[in-house]
Structure formats: C-alpha cells, structure tokens
C-alpha cells in the first residue's frame, strides 16, 4: 500500500496500478476483483475501516466487497442506480456478452447495500459527483479542500493489453451509454481537479493534462 496524495492509500496489486482500490478516510473505495481477497483483507488488516463505498458495480470493483463488509462487520455504499446490481437482483451494465463473461471470471458475491449514495451526499470528506454513462450509477468521489478526485473508470490511465500509460476513454463495449460517459468526463474536467486517482492506471498530478486530453474529445 502506497500513499498516492494526503490521506489516500492506493492498495498494492500485481500489475502495479491495472487495478485499484484506495484507502481514505477510514472508508475503502473499491474492492477489485474477489481473487484479490486474500491480498485487499492482508492489506487492511488492523485497520480501522468504516465504510466500503464503490465508484460503480463491476466485477473488478466489487469483488471482495462481500469479503470485507463481512470481516470488518462494515455496512457498503453505492450509487442508488447501482444497487440492483450490486444485490444481485438485475445484470451489471451494460448486459452484453463481455460484462457476463467479466463477471464470471472476476465477480464478487452480492451484497446488501446499506447506504444509498446520491449526488451531493459525503462519503467521509468526500463529496459524491454522479457521472453516469459507465453504468447508470457511477460516482466520482470529489475532495473540496484539495480538488482530489477518485474518478473510477470514467477514464482510465492505462492500456489493459500494452501496460503503456495515458488517459483513455473507457470502450464503448463496456459503457452502458458511451456518449453519457463523455459528458461525465466534462464533468470530472470541470471539478478542475488537482489530482485524479484511477479505477485502472496511476495517478495524475498534472490538472491540464485532464483540460487538453478533454479538449480533443469528439462527441
């Protein structure tokens, strides 16, 4: 586990940096995928954690989310639009062939959501930021007092086959409305965020390279 910004933990995986969760605030933000549970559980051990709160319902988000709501006896937040999902009572979006073959592969146990997040709420000095468009209920997880962002996967900062770094719109495949996740990245470029830590890659200190990145965009 290695401290990426002032009181945000990013938890240690192998590759380094393909998928993340981040420790704040007492609260654990995403959960991986559940073969990461015997590394994400040794990592939090002695840890006096609160809350799980999730970016959004994937297999490689929720995947120890069950484990160590469990473990630590700690009630799990998502977005309201999230929920279904995440209780296993409706398919994780968008419902195609490559999300039920992720979730296969990767998924996590449902899991009762005890606190429904929506846009405005707080999630330790969190603010909750709806950026839909990955699936209908993805946040970004916003820090007013110094423009940090946890941002999911409303852009990524890797290359999943190459490993090569740089900002990438997630594939349209894996986005339940691709042209609401474009707005969403406006959203995030518009928090005119200081550091944005990823679902998937490292994280990025330089704020205009979001505004550039952005600027090219094509709708």
């Not at 709501?69 to 639009?81: S, V």
């Not at 997630?170 to 409305?177: A, L």
Request: aromatic residues 6%.
């Amino acid at each position: 586990m290695r401290e990426v910004a002032q009181g945000v933990w990013q938890l240690s995986g192998f590759p380094r940096d393909l998928i993340n969760a981040y420790l704040t605030d007492n609260v654990l933000i995403d959960c991986k995928t559940r073969w990461a549970r015997r590394s994400v559980l040794r990592q939090l051990k002695g840890r006096p954690l609160s809350l799980v709160a999730l970016t959004h319902c994937h297999p490689d988000h929720q995947g120890t989310a069950r484990d160590v709501c469990t473990r630590f006896g700690i009630p799990l937040a998502c977005h309201e639009a999230d929920v279904g999902a995440m209780e296993g009572r409706v398919p994780m979006e968008p419902a195609n062939r490559l999300v039920r073959f992720a979730n296969r592969v990767w998924a996590g146990p449902p899991c009762a959501v005890s606190r429904v997040l929506r846009e405005g709420d707080e999630v330790g000095r969190f603010r909750v930021v709806h950026a839909p468009g990955h699936t209908s209920g993805h946040v970004i997880y916003f820090r007013d007092t110094d423009r940090l962002a946890i941002a999911g996967d409303v852009l990524a900062n890797i290359h999943f086959v190459s490993g090569a770094v740089g900002l990438r719109v997630p594939p349209d495949r894996f986005c339940v409305d691709a042209r609401q996740n474009l707005r969403s990245i406006r959203i995030l470029a518009e928090l005119k965020p200081s550091v944005i830590c990823f679902g998937h890659g490292p994280p990025v200190y330089d704020g205009k390279m979001l505004q550039d990145f952005v600027a090219r965009l094509k709708d």
